[in-house]
């Protein structure tokens, strides 16, 4: 899920505006030299008299003049072979393959360019073989056989790709028969092998491995196994977001049953913890919000129990005291057909969600609630989705300890369908959602979120993530006092755990083929890389690994005392108490590596 920004910057004098147009028509690839001993190479892009704008292999990053002792300039040619020769010494394959690819673009007769991107790709695409991501090396060979049709290297590795693959489908094959058979557990580990053997094969059997799994949770609730039963469904959730919103019930019971046993046992902190869990997932559910408010009463908390029970009912309360609490808790009793002291009769049938689905023709209707206006074309769609989104937002910013001051609503537009909300944004089709807004010098202002109808991620993972980019940058100078990494990781970490799951599994598996973005190299990156979920598993894992180590609150101090411009490396090292990047990349990726 993306976001965007408007911004303006000064004009250069028209001779200078001439003199940097002309530098960068000579595409001149430059060593940087700053003032600090560290060096900077790549090509640049934009020069002023306050700032030069350099283009490297994981983005752009911008220098002020004051910062630079001098540039050593190198053809764009030159800079690209060796370039790509370094970072095939760093076995970092990817770049050197695009920055090769670049250079023989602009020259394609050059032999030593081609020689040099046969070597990468070659070399590429054994290393992913080896960690059995198929799918890319079948089209890193099949890239070598273009630049090379007579390659014995190109051959070879199609060859072994197709004995990798029938592995591969005897694997799928076994797994389906066991479903098929409904040896659950049978199939489950099938499965589990399946992904084990290529994690690529998710795009083929997630939703069937997510169906398996789903299934196993119910006979787990009915066993009284609840931990087992969100565990599976949080793996499921993971594999086929469209899941979440039909077996909400199920896990929430499974959430809420833990819960009522834990508080039973009088252990409250433990129950809380719970609580924190379904709460981001289903902040709505009125069952959720009963125990919800169970839970602050016998922490004595009489105002988080009356709004608690005031939400599900769906109303709101001013000046709660013990008698309203009780008089609240009775009359959501009664809707949740509670009586006798009975527990709540927790419903685990799937919600059916079609009615989302229909939409008016026309132009947007708008409906408000508090703090939001919601465009849609389905007013009982509105309704829910800002229910959530108000939740949501309460539930961010009681977390976060962020304010959000906001001097006009933000508008959530939820458009018919993914083709026009990717016609709408210009967003990739890969993003579920977009926030957009305007940095002035009183916060942000012209706030937007944009998703469609039936984005599968819509309630549990697009509204709290873009809510939090606009929540994050309202409590900012600018947007650039964060790298856009740790922007998607804060918003990430507001999303429910299930997906803080996924993206670390999704590391722990890529971590097996030391294939990741440097620390150092992430925190500068201004643009989106070609791998996106890559950059948003990385940048959640890093804010994630902050707080969870050194606290949240600590973590909490990267949005509420920004770094300087330039300082946010020296910023993330005080915090953690780290002496380099290096040694907090270490830990950082040994913390993955044991799920701790």
């Not at 800002?386 to 309460?394: D, K, P």
């Not at 609503?409 to 026009?420: A, G, V």
């Not at 973590?555 to 290096?582: H, N, Q």
Request: glycine residues 6%.
């Amino acid at each position: 899920m993306a976001f965007s920004l408007n911004s303006s910057c000064g004009r250069a004098p028209f001779f200078l505006a001439l003199l940097f147009a002309f530098a960068s028509a000579l595409a001149l690839a430059d060593t940087v030299h700053l003032k600090n001993g560290k060096q900077m190479r790549g090509e640049i892009i934009e020069e002023t008299e306050d700032y030069i704008v350099i283009r490297v292999p994981f983005g752009q990053v911008k220098v002020k003049q004051e910062e630079i002792d001098y540039v050593e300039r190198q053809t764009a040619q030159e800079y690209k072979v060796e370039l790509g020769r370094e970072l095939v010494t760093q076995q970092r394959y990817g770049l050197a393959i695009d920055e090769l690819e670049k250079g023989l673009k602009a020259d394609p007769k050059s032999r030593e360019i081609s020689d040099e991107l046969a070597r990468a790709l070659n070399a590429y695409g054994r290393q992913l073989i080896q960690v059995r991501r198929l799918e890319e090396a079948q089209a890193v060979y099949e890239k070598l056989k273009a630049l090379d049709p007579g390659s014995r290297e190109s051959a070879a590795g199609l060859e072994l790709l197709a004995k990798e693959n029938r592995g591969l489908d005897r694997l799928i094959s076994e797994a389906r028969k066991q479903a098929a058979s409904a040896d659950l557990d049978g199939a489950i580990a099938g499965y589990e092998q399946v992904l084990a053997y290529t994690a690529q094969a998710r795009e083929r059997v997630g939703a069937e491995f997510a169906r398996c799994l789903a299934r196993r949770a119910e006979g787990s609730y009915r066993d009284q196994k609840f931990d087992a039963s969100m565990a599976d469904l949080e793996r499921a959730f993971g594999l086929d977001p469209k899941l979440t919103g039909p077996l909400e019930p199920l896990y929430a019971a499974s959430a809420l049953s833990r819960i009522v046993a834990l508080l039973n046992q009088g252990q409250i902190a433990s129950a809380q913890k719970y609580l924190v869990r379904v709460l981001a997932f289903a902040p709505t559910n009125p069952n959720v919000l009963y125990i919800a408010g169970r839970v602050q009463e016998a922490l004595s908390d009489v105002a988080g129990a009356a709004d608690f029970y005031a939400r599900g009912l769906r109303t709101r309360v001013n000046h709660p005291n013990a008698e309203l609490v009780a008089d609240l808790r009775g009359k959501l009793e009664k809707a949740l057909n509670i009586s006798n002291g009975q527990g709540a009769r927790l419903e685990t049938k799937p919600v059916d969600e079609a009615a989302f689905a229909d939409a008016k023709p026309g132009a947007f209707e708008s409906y408000e609630t508090d703090h939001f206006t919601i465009l849609h074309h389905n007013e009982e769609l509105a309704k829910e989705v800002g229910r959530v989104a108000e939740a949501h937002f309460e539930r961010i910013l009681a977390t976060s300890g962020l304010k959000a001051a906001w001097k006009e609503r933000p508008k959530i537009y939820l458009h018919r369908s993914q083709t026009e909300y990717t016609l709408a944004t210009a967003q990739p089709e890969w993003t579920g959602g977009v926030s957009r807004f305007t940095h002035t010098a009183r916060g942000i202002a012209n706030m937007q979120v944009h998703s469609w109808q039936t984005s599968p991620r819509l309630f549990k993972s697009v509204l709290p993530h873009e809510l939090t980019h606009l929540i994050v940058n309202e409590n900012l100078p600018s947007y650039e006092s964060l790298p856009r990494a740790m922007h998607e990781g804060f918003s990430v970490l507001m999303e429910p755990d299930y997906r803080h799951n996924y993206y670390l599994n999704f590391l722990r598996l890529r971590f097996k083929s030391q294939d990741f973005i440097p620390l150092a190299d992430l925190l500068k990156t201004k643009d989106y890389p070609r791998d996106p979920e890559f950059y948003y598993a990385e940048g959640f894992a890093l804010v994630a690994f902050v707080a969870r180590t050194k606290g949240f609150d600590a973590c909490m101090k990267l949005v509420k005392e920004p770094a300087e411009p330039g300082m946010i490396e020296e910023k993330i090292l005080a915090i953690t108490g780290f002496d380099s990047m290096a040694k907090l990349e270490a830990d950082w990726k040994e913390w993955i590596l044991k799920g701790q």
